[in-house]
């Protein structure tokens, strides 16, 4: 039977539920928690690999495995919510990240390691939506853009203690103690939580569309496993089309059946909005320049530059850092201009950052990084923020939590879109380039070993246990070769930059007030 859910205007134009900036405290505590995670990973990667014997794909596996499980269950995570509580979904989201994050440090394969990563993802799916939809309730009005902005500048926080707090840990303690650390935040945000944070549910909903859980599952893994293999496997390979078929196929029968169940996992009249749909597009494009772009930069400081995992993040913290600057004022921006020439602005200037970056040169110095790193900041910001508030402000209150699990899974597709495509770029720049590099050399080069040449440049580093002129040799087409494919890289991050910008000239601002009721159903 079709459904109406109609969300009155004092309910998104009122105080919302319990105190706004508790709650607010409330869920950055356990957001912060994954954006440690999230930045310390990477610059413990290299560290791991050298641990654990991890191969390039290991490494990308121990990313990609997370983005894999988010991807697929934040959008069904986003609806438990509705169902059962927002509350309730969060506290159990943050439960489980931090016991993940406690048995990941305490395995010693890349195996286990990628496993524990993968069931780490699902409980962040829990954890990210709700925490949206808790702020969707308690921020209602024109106040959802103020509270974007301090949630983005919370994120810059965590993101700029990230690298600094990883690089600290894996000089001086471990690379498991970087995963160790979600525990004690995990402990603190689960009892802040459980005292500040107002339960709410949804009346209108009251069931899970299994089908529709199944069918959008299936669909979205067949998605980001296609993304993710197809750099191994090649683009034009039987088994990359077939995924993405698959995908395209389950994904067109998930939207039939959503037309017709009578409680949709995925209300299709959300995307009626054109600005939901186009700030979700925005959201992918997003992740898929920055993601995808700086998978890299820890190799090429660590591997190309020799700096320590410390030195590596103190290099990346003026982007961190520009967010806590650059947030509220997009959210500023956002409430008195709109979001049309804000996002667009923003992603003009990512694009103008990540041109820069394409011209780093082997011997770059902090300021040569330092300033496209803050113009990043300064272009991403209006973006997250703007993008999340007009998908998620836009949602009834009833569906917020859907709403989020939409906001993150366009990032986290981005995410591994963004890992995968220039992954592929940069490596098969490498390998073109690498043996000219190499000179008249390469000719007493067998094919196995330049293949394993190649592989080790396509992370910036370069064969151990050799001294003299051949390993002065190695390194230099090693290093070289690693610049061209890294400037490739940002190169097609600019153009992913300028297409957002574009886009981001059809959005139009978010509603503050109810409208007509959404039909589910």
Do not use: C
């Amino acid at each position: 039977m079709a459904q109406t859910v109609a969300v009155q205007p004092e309910a998104r134009e009122g105080g919302g539920q319990g105190h706004a900036w508790l709650t607010l405290l409330a869920v950055s505590l356990g957001v912060i928690m994954v954006m440690l995670d999230g930045t310390v990973v990477a610059i413990a990667n290299p560290v791991i690999g050298v641990d654990l014997k991890a191969s390039l794909s290991d490494l990308q596996w121990i990313t990609s495995g997370y983005l894999l499980a988010l991807a697929v269950f934040l959008i069904t995570a986003g609806k438990l919510g509705d169902i059962f509580g927002h509350k309730k979904i969060f506290l159990i989201g943050v439960a489980g990240f931090a016991l993940t994050s406690l048995a990941i440090g305490l395995t010693s394969s890349v195996g286990m390691l990628i496993a524990f990563r993968v069931l780490q993802g699902l409980f962040g799916a829990l954890l990210q939506p709700a925490a949206l939809a808790l702020l969707r309730s308690a921020f209602p009005g024109e106040r959802l853009n103020m509270a974007m902005g301090a949630w983005g500048a919370i994120i810059g926080l965590s993101s700029a203690a990230g690298p600094i707090v990883g690089g600290l840990l894996v000089e001086n303690v471990s690379w498991q103690s970087v995963f160790f650390i979600n525990v004690p935040v995990g402990a603190a945000a689960l009892i802040f939580g459980l005292l500040v944070l107002k339960e709410g549910r949804a009346g209108a909903l009251s069931k899970i569309d299994w089908l529709g859980v199944v069918l959008l599952s299936a669909a979205m893994f067949a998605l980001v496993w296609s993304i993710i293999k197809a750099p191994e496997w090649g683009w034009g390979d039987v088994k990359t089309i077939g995924f993405l078929v698959a995908a395209a196929v389950v994904g067109a029968v998930f939207v039939f059946w959503q037309g017709r169940a009578s409680e949709p996992l995925l209300p299709l009249s959300l995307f009626r909005n054109v600005s939901v749909s186009i700030g979700t597009g925005l959201m992918i494009l997003m992740a898929f320049s920055m993601f995808g772009a700086m998978f890299f930069l820890t190799f090429f400081f660590q591997g190309v530059h020799g700096l320590t995992p410390l030195e590596s993040g103190l290099r990346m913290l003026p982007m961190s850092a520009g967010m806590i600057v650059a947030s509220p004022i997009a959210g500023v921006l956002i409430g008195k201009i709109g979001p049309k020439i804000t996002i667009a602005s923003g992603m003009l200037i990512t694009a103008v950052a990540m041109f820069l970056m394409s011209r780093l040169s082997v011997e770059a110095q902090f300021m040569d990084s330092a300033i496209p790193f803050v113009l990043l900041a300064f272009g991403l910001s209006p973006v997250f923020v703007g993008a999340t508030e007009i998908i998620v402000g836009n949602a009834p209150e009833d569906l917020s939590g859907v709403a989020g699990g939409v906001q993150n899974s366009a990032m986290q597709v981005g995410g591994a879109l963004g890992t995968a495509v220039l992954g592929a770029v940069v490596a098969a720049k490498v390998s073109s380039v690498f043996p000219g590099y190499l000179g008249p050399a390469a000719a007493g080069v067998s094919p196995t070993q330049m293949e394993g040449l190649k592989a080790l440049a396509s992370i910036g580093g370069s064969p151990q246990g050799l001294s003299g002129d051949a390993a002065a040799l190695i390194a230099r087409a090693s290093h070289l070769s690693f610049m061209d494919g890294l400037h490739l890289g940002f190169l097609v991050s600019t153009g992913v930059a300028v297409l957002a910008a574009l886009l981001a000239l059809f959005v139009r601002a978010g509603r503050k007030t109810e409208g007509p009721a959404i039909h589910v159903g």
